[in-house]
């Protein structure tokens, strides 16, 4: 199933299931391909956002906060619903 505007694609959900964004061929579950700066943005109406991105080769950037609009944010890290690591905005 292809997704886009005139003869521009845009999205895919290939046979197997998988999900191409800027892509026509996802070699994964979810593959997103950007040309600039890929980017996962998750975002809240009632708070700020967060993204996962890659704006260099062999580089991944994790933010939270980005828009520095919340206080005191943190990144934590679960495994087997425990908390095993945290990294905080500030002390």
Request: avoid cysteine; charged fraction near 15%.
């Amino acid at each position: 199933m292809n997704f886009g505007i005139g003869t521009s694609e845009y999205m895919r959900i290939d046979s197997s299931g998988k999900v191409g964004i800027g892509t026509s061929s996802p070699a994964a579950e979810i593959h997103l391909d950007g040309t600039a700066s890929p980017e996962l943005r998750l975002e809240s109406s009632s708070g700020p956002y967060s993204f996962i991105s890659s704006n260099t080769v062999g580089s991944i950037e994790i933010s939270a906060d980005a828009g520095n609009t919340g206080s005191s944010s943190n990144i934590a890290f679960s495994l087997d619903a425990s908390e095993v690591m945290r990294i905080k905005g500030s002390n």
